[in-house]
């Protein structure tokens, strides 16, 4: 193998993902997992299930290349060829693995289902592979090694494909690397955003970036629909100064920042919840539940989410939350004292510590001069009272839907976090007199 930081390229095999049928969320999934090794991924290309297509994706993509990776196409249907293909391309021919035979057959005993003859042969794999095992399914992944680096074929199935990169595919290269003396040093960082843009955090940090450039450090903006994450990698002697610079970035940000490690503001408001020993509640109307989704959406979110309602009639605010029929008729479903309505009925329902609501006009249809689509009133209320902010997105539905949810838990953690410091005990105030 060549000097220097692995160089890596995906194949993505299926119509299905051409046809747009199917996201590639693999690919995206790879690139994260092989940028934190450190490794740099070329290339990501996707491939329709032809055998010539494939093939010249494969020596192409093989040129460039150290380790290529390629997922799908493994199933075991007429359609799936690309363990034919790799037998072509490597002049070998499919030989019956018994062990993987038996482990198929035991798969589809465990799950009281009949064992077809095309289920066995998915034991069959090419000679001059090392089988990597996939205790999640029934298609085994394959790793090649080829004059100037390996080329390995997983399933497309998601987890399946997670399973073999995490324990099999990477420790591997890893200890290939390291024989080498070629294991990166390389360290990231990051902070997630909001309020404002990506233009207006580059000038704010200016000569900062700069100045942490020349040191070997660099920024990366990633902006999503109502934020942005602001990555910093470091490599070599750098990665001694990256908790430093982070530590000065969050300063000079701290304006804006909402998260100090980077992950999703869901995910940033259930940890500081957790921390604290508190608990919400969500009451819904345009986000139909997706605010409550996110939040449950990761492990131990009992800790501190009680329960949410989705009340996208004005019946179901009424009956559900006891929003008072009154304000609906004064003011409007979508208005602040309805939002303050709804979260106080949460909150109340619940017995939570916090009760946050969303109501909104997620269009594209049903606006006014007034309250145009994209309006949107979100509010917390908790034991220091209640705060109510109003939104006005853009026409675009769902990225108004996807806003809401993380300007409502970016409302719901200030909310908690100004609790957080007016609870806590003043310094230097002595126990007992």
């Known amino acids: 193998m060549a000097s ?79 363990k034919h293909v790799l037998c072509q391309h490597f002049g070998t021919q499919l030989v019956r693995h018994p062990e993987i035979e038996n482990r198929i057959v035991s798969w589809f005993e465990r799950r009281g289902r009949q064992v077809l003859q095309v289920n066995r042969d998915q034991a069959l794999l090419p000679q001059s592979c090392k089988p990597l095992d996939n205790p999640l399914g029934t298609a085994s992944g394959m790793w090649f090694d080829r004059p100037g680096g390996v080329t390995v074929s997983m399933p497309g199935v998601p987890y399946e494909m997670e399973h073999i990169m ?22 990231h960082m990051s902070l997630l955003t909001m309020g404002t843009g990506e233009s207006q955090l580059a000038l ?25 994450r602001i990555r910093l990698t470091a490599e070599g002697e750098a990665v001694q100064q990256l908790a430093q610079a982070h530590a000065a970035v969050l300063d000079r940000l701290s304006d804006w920042v909402v998260s100090e490690t980077g992950v999703p503001i869901d995910e940033a408001l259930g940890q500081f919840l957790v921390s604290q020993g508190h608990t919400l509640a969500v009451a819904e109307s345009c986000t139909g539940g997706a605010l409550g989704a996110a939040l449950v959406s990761r492990a131990g979110a009992s800790a501190f989410f009680l329960g949410g309602v989705q009340c996208y009639s004005n019946a179901a605010k009424e009956q559900l939350l006891a929003v008072d ?73 769902t990225r108004n839907l996807s806003m809401s949810v993380r300007a409502a838990a970016q409302l719901a953690l200030k909310a908690a976090r100004e609790w957080a410091i007016e609870s806590k005990p003043a310094s230097g105030v002595a126990d007992s007199l």
């Open 4 to 82: 220097g930081r692995l160089l890596v390229e995906i194949l993505s095999i299926g119509d299905e993902l051409l046809m747009g049928q199917t996201v590639n969320t693999n690919a995206a999934w790879m690139g994260h997992l092989l940028e934190n090794e450190g490794w740099r991924v070329n290339r990501c290309v996707a491939v329709s299930d032809e055998e010539e297509a494939i093939v010249d994706a494969l020596k192409d993509a093989e040129s460039r290349a150290e380790l290529v990776l390629i997922t799908g196409g493994l199933g075991p249907t007429r359609d799936d060829i690309t």
């Open 166 to 187: 995490e324990h099999g595919v990477i420790p591997a290269m890893r200890s290939q690397l390291e024989l080498q003396g070629r294991l990166p040093k390389r360290g």
């Open 204 to 228: 704010t940090l200016g000569d900062m970036e700069e100045e942490l450039e020349r040191g070997g450090i660099k920024l990366a903006y990633l902006p999503s629909p109502g934020s942005v």
């Open 325 to 397: 029929g009154a304000l609906i008729s004064e003011f409007g479903a979508v208005s602040e004292e309805v939002a303050v309505a709804m979260a106080q009925g949460a909150r109340k329902k619940f017995g939570a510590d916090f009760g946050v609501s969303i109501t909104g006009i997620a269009g594209p249809d049903g606006g006014s001069d007034l309250k145009p689509v994209g309006t949107v009133y979100m509010a917390c209320e908790g034991p220091l009272g209640v705060m109510c902010v109003r939104h006005q997105f853009g026409r675009d539905r």
